[in-house]
């Protein structure tokens, strides 16, 4: 099983609602939001955390590790 490790990342302003706080890639085309945000949508937010555990995109920070079932 594959897993993320989530880094710390210091409060942004989400590229939805504008708000400071701590923002992950998870907007409907990849955009750093807050869980507000990844809430309103969160469909959209599973499709996205989903793609990067596919892609294991370790640039944006966070550690991914394990394997592909």
Do not use: H, T
């Not at 989530?6 to 409907?28: F, H, I, M, N, T």
């Not at 809430?39 to 394990?66: P, T, Y």
Request: glycine share 10%; with cysteine.
């Amino acid at each position: 099983m594959r897993k993320i490790i989530l880094s710390a990342r210091r409060p942004q302003s989400c590229d939805l609602c504008g708000k400071v706080a701590e923002l992950r890639p998870y907007g409907p085309r990849g955009e750093w939001i807050c869980f507000q945000c990844g809430m309103k949508n969160e469909e959209a937010a599973k499709k996205a955390f989903s793609r990067r555990l596919e892609r294991g995109d370790s640039r944006l920070g966070d550690i991914i590790s394990g394997k592909r079932r």
